[in-house]
Nanobody, 115 residues
């Protein structure tokens, strides 16, 4: 199993930045992929960014050039740096991990971008 703990959400003005953190309970090298998803009120959960264990990344078109996913292996932590935030980025952001074919989720952290 994998436990995930997110932090770093909050309220920010449009154009601002936030960095989300996701700490995993086991080595991220043992995890096939880790990613960030978000869910806005009344909408389905959507992929924001994902990183494989080999380090390859992919992003939703809506965040390309603004968001960056990275990791710190020694801390078993994955980050999501969010720049140039827009009101439409407002959502609950969830960290996910795929481990042995199962998807594990964090509790979510709220990001609110005011206009």
């Amino acid at each position: 199993q994998v436990q995930l703990v997110e932090s770093g959400g909050g309220l920010v003005q449009a154009g601002g930045s936030l960095r989300l953190s996701c700490a995993a309970s086991r080595s991220i090298f043992s995890i096939n992929a880790m990613g960030w998803y978000r869910q806005a009120p009344g909408k389905q959960r959507e992929l924001v960014a994902r990183m494989s264990s080999g380090g390859s990344t992919n992003y939703a078109d809506s965040v390309k050039g603004r968001f960056t996913v990275s990791r710190e292996n020694a801390k078993n932590t994955v980050y999501l740096q969010m720049n140039s935030l827009k009101p439409e980025d407002t959502a609950v952001y969830y960290c996910s991990a795929r481990y042995w074919g199962y998807d594990y989720w964090g509790q979510g952290t709220q990001v609110t971008v005011s206009s």
